[in-house]
């Protein structure tokens, strides 16, 4: 099993040191002229080329941003018995139909990826979808060669997976930059959330996050939320602020 990436962002800088790790070799890393290689792709092979008809690569994974994924398939040129991947959670696998390539799918890593941030491939969860049986049962194989937890899970699917991981991670996430600033105008740091924001994470784990709410909002305690509101000065936050506190009140009231 050979294999190679399109892209040189943050998935394919990941996934191709797992596969790395499990001993799968990775032909080439395909760049173009203006992508960054050499600083975070030591020691492998760059290609800045469309035509990758030589390529011996099994399987090529296209890791780049999803609006640019369409462009790469109807654009590059590609080896003839080589099964192609996309890694995106919200472009389904009928983005491949109407051009040459005959075997592809998606490879899609559930998990949040930065290059400067080790973590661990082995429980991450991969979600995969085949043009056929044969090519899904390769995916799957290839898969569970870097995490234990490799599921088939169609494009619609997917959507819904991705949309949640999306409200999870990212708009957790932008919450967390929020508080940081809040807390950073009165020279306090976002550390000092650390064991809050932990077990938050960890009880919602556990319990389910319905079970885990808490706070102000949860309690019904309009006082309060009137007061974090009157001394919140950025307009946008003031409205997120206001939009989920209200929809946390009407959720738990209702559901009571």
Same mark, same amino acid.
């Given at each position: 099993?050979?294999?190679?990436?399109?892209?040189?962002?943050?998935?394919?800088?990941?996934? !191709?040191? /797992? *596969?790395?790790?499990?001993?799968?070799?990775?032909?080439?890393?395909?760049?173009?002229?203006?992508?960054?290689?050499?600083?975070?792709?030591?020691?492998?092979?760059?290609?800045?080329?469309?035509?990758?008809?030589?390529?011996?690569?099994?399987?090529? *994974?296209?890791?780049?941003?999803?609006?640019?994924?369409?462009?790469?398939?109807?654009?590059?040129?590609?080896?003839?018995?080589?099964?192609?991947?996309?890694?995106?959670?919200?472009?389904?696998?009928?983005?491949?139909?109407?051009?040459?390539?005959?075997?592809?799918?998606? *490879?899609?890593?559930?998990?949040?990826?930065?290059?400067?941030?080790?973590?661990?491939?082995?429980?991450?969860?991969?979600?995969?979808?085949?043009? !056929?049986?044969?090519?899904?049962?390769?995916?799957?194989?290839?898969?569970?060669?870097?995490?234990?937890?490799?599921?088939?899970?169609?494009?619609?699917?997917?959507?819904?997976?991705?949309? /949640?991981?999306?409200?999870?991670?990212?708009?957790?996430?932008?919450?967390?930059?929020? !508080?940081?600033?809040?807390?950073?105008?009165?020279?306090?740091?976002?550390?000092?959330?650390?064991?809050?924001?932990?077990?938050?994470?960890?009880?919602?784990?556990?319990?389910?996050?319905?079970?885990?709410?808490?706070?102000?909002?949860?309690?019904?305690?309009?006082?309060?939320?009137?007061?974090?509101? !009157?001394?919140?000065?950025?307009?946008?936050?003031?409205?997120?602020?206001?939009?989920?506190?209200?929809?946390?009140?009407? *959720?738990?009231?209702?559901?009571?």
């Amino acid at each position: 099993m050979i294999v190679s990436f399109i892209g040189g962002g943050n998935v394919s800088f990941h996934l !191709s040191r /797992a *596969f790395t790790s499990a001993g799968i070799p990775i032909e080439c890393i395909v760049l173009k002229n203006d992508g960054k290689g050499p600083d975070v792709f030591a020691e492998m092979r760059l290609l800045r080329s469309e035509d990758l008809r030589d390529l011996r690569s099994d399987i090529i *994974f296209i890791a780049v941003p999803d609006d640019k994924i369409a462009g790469i398939i109807n654009e590059y040129k590609f080896p003839e018995n080589a099964i192609l991947a996309h890694t995106s959670g919200s472009v389904p696998i009928d983005v491949f139909e109407g051009s040459p390539v005959k075997e592809y799918g998606c *490879f899609y890593p559930l998990q949040t990826l930065s290059k400067s941030r080790e973590i661990s491939y082995d429980d991450m969860p991969v979600f995969i979808e085949g043009s !056929s049986v044969a090519v899904t049962d390769k995916l799957l194989k290839v898969g569970s060669l870097i995490s234990g937890n490799v599921n088939q899970m169609d494009s619609q699917t997917r959507l819904k997976v991705h949309l /949640a991981a999306v409200i999870a991670s990212n708009f957790t996430n932008h919450m967390f930059h929020l !508080s940081s600033r809040i807390l950073e105008n009165e020279a306090l740091h976002f550390e000092q959330l650390a064991p809050l924001v932990k077990e938050a994470v960890d009880k919602a784990i556990e319990i389910g996050p319905g079970a885990a709410q808490t706070g102000p909002a949860r309690r019904g305690d309009v006082n309060t939320l009137k007061k974090h509101i !009157s001394i919140i000065e950025d307009t946008g936050t003031k409205a997120i602020y206001e939009l989920i506190s209200q929809q946390i009140v009407d *959720f738990y009231r209702h559901s009571e």
